[in-house]
């Protein structure tokens, strides 16, 4: 665990702050090159990667407001305010609030524009691997976002201090962040491949949807959360991202159907 890369007075520059910073570049870097070599309009790929970003941010702390709002009680300011603290910063990020708001803002800033939305999209999305490959690290060495009880031999303890020692102690966790970096790498590698050799448009974002979903789905069994983060339904109790992840499932695999059947209604017939 290393939180803090370099502290000046009250000024800190912290880990995942430096990691999201790294993947915020990488991620408009990537999209500069295949705009470049697809002969698309970086100039206006370029302005949706500010909504993107920016948007993910924002809807990341309102999605995690909204689940601690006694945490913020009697000082409502510090949901904003970067200067509340004893640092310089706002921490408490909630990925999926990130991602609603950033789709959101992203469809009606290409609908405004006049932007094919699902090309657009295309082309961003190996960088949601490229992303969580990055800040998942930064998780890692933050001691957030981390896992449930674990007798594997590569389970993790955190330091005393820690928020994952104040939960479970000196017992070994799951290195839940450690899972996701090393889903991202492969989901960025394999969407990557993908998109060289796609058929249609909107193939691409469809499988991010789907995968993310199936994979996120999948590591809140391993990944811990606060009791108001769960919600109570026939006897289970799925975390609202559960839920959210059957959402984007439903929606990743109605893109792709949609998107195929157009293609083959197009393609049928030509020679191959």
């Known amino acids: ?86 640092q310089i910063g706002i921490a408490g990020l909630n990925l999926y609030g990130g991602v609603v708001l950033a789709v959101i803002l992203a469809y009606l800033y ?17 960088t949601v691997g490229l992303g969580l490959a990055i800040t998942r690290i930064g998780c890692f060495l933050n001691g957030c976002c981390f896992g449930t009880p674990t007798d594997l031999p590569w389970g993790v303890t955190f330091p005393t201090g820690s928020i994952p020692y104040y939960t479970f102690g000196d017992h070994a966790i799951h290195p839940a962040q450690l899972y996701s970096s090393l889903y991202g790498l492969f989901l960025f590698l394999f969407l990557h491949w993908r ?22 789905y999948a590591i809140e069994y391993v990944r811990y959360y606060e009791g108001e983060m769960h919600i109570h339904f026939f006897g289970m109790y ?32 030509q020679p191959q």
């Open 1 to 86: 665990m290393f939180p803090e890369i370099l502290k000046i007075g009250s000024i800190a520059i912290r880990s995942y702050g430096l990691m999201l910073a790294m993947s915020v570049l990488l991620g408009v870097y990537y999209v500069y090159r295949m705009s470049r070599k697809r002969g698309y309009d970086f100039d206006r790929l370029f302005s949706l990667a500010y909504i993107l970003v920016f948007g993910g941010i924002i809807g990341a702390r309102l999605g995690y407001v909204l689940f601690h709002l006694e945490e913020f009680e009697g000082h409502w300011l510090n949901t904003i305010n970067p200067f509340g603290t004893d």
């Open 110 to 126: 290409m609908r405004w524009r006049k932007m094919p939305i699902l090309q657009s999209l295309d082309i961003f999305a190996p």
């Open 195 to 216: 998109s060289n050799h796609k058929m249609f448009d909107g193939q691409i974002v469809g499988l991010l949807f789907m995968i993310e979903a199936m994979f996120r």
């Open 238 to 269: 799925p975390t609202y991202n559960h839920l959210i992840s059957i959402a984007l499932f439903i929606l990743g695999l109605g893109i792709y159907i949609t998107q195929y059947r157009k293609y083959k209604t197009t393609h049928q017939g």
